[in-house]
């Protein structure tokens, strides 16, 4: 079974500087997806980047991007230019595709708060 | 796109008492549909998926039920609650023609007392 760890439960950042969550996961598949998923305030999940394994070139979404190290198992999110919206619980998670399933797997969470 | 669309966003109720959350999505055909739970301060947990009517696998042995009357509705059920059923419900859904990414719905806030 696939396991997803976030190890740093709570961060802070000042606005307009940049932050880095960690996250790992543990897998014996070759060709899987990665995701970083927000949860405002509000709790509604967010989709804010993906990752396809057998790509390796890092995904990136305005100003997010990702540092994808597939034989570390390492799936980290860096957001550029922090805003205060952007304030949040952030989870990684892991999809094994095929079959008919895609279930996701997600890691604990990180709470980011963007100070002013 | 795709909407998915959870009532109620808000439910009290006492325990033993039942309980029907409602999931429906707009915008795609034969999505995949999954129902999460979070609790407080912790990640989302699989309780359910669905990929066709009246096709429900489960993931967890608990007190809660699940069924796929249409294909783009999905029903969360129990007929006597728990305190341990207190949570925060999340319904998502991967379109036809885009199985790799789940949208989710917002969400409905479960207090059993």
């Known amino acids: 079974a696939q396991t997803v760890t976030q190890s740093q439960p709570e961060m802070s950042v000042q606005e307009a500087e940049t932050v880095t969550l960690s996250c790992t996961y543990d897998t014996s598949e070759n060709n899987y997806y990665l995701f970083w998923y927000k949860q405002p305030p509000s709790r509604q999940m967010i989709l804010v980047i993906r990752q396809e394994a057998y790509k390796q070139q890092n995904a990136t979404e305005n100003r997010f991007s990702v540092n994808f190290q597939k034989a570390a198992k390492s799936f980290s999110l860096k957001i550029s230019d922090s805003q205060l919206g952007d304030t949040a619980m952030y989870f990684c998670a892991f999809m094994k595709p095929g079959g008919s399933n895609y279930k996701l797997t997600f890691g604990k969470g990180t709470l980011l708060t963007v100070n002013p | 796109s795709q909407t998915i669309h959870q009532w109620p966003a808000t439910l009290v109720q006492p325990v033993g008492s039942p309980l029907s959350l409602e999931c429906t999505v707009e915008g795609t055909s034969n999505p995949n549909l999954y129902w999460y739970r979070q609790a407080a301060g912790r990640g989302l947990q699989l309780l359910f998926y669905?990929?066709?009517?009246?096709?429900i696998s489960s993931e967890v042995p608990q007190n809660l039920s699940a069924s796929r009357p249409q294909d783009r509705q999905f029903i969360l059920s129990s007929k006597k609650l728990l305190l341990s059923d207190s949570g925060f419900y999340l319904c998502a859904s991967t379109p036809q023609g885009s199985r790799n990414i789940q949208y989710f719905g917002a969400g409905t806030r479960l207090s059993v007392l």
């Open positions: 669905s990929v066709g009517i009246g096709q």
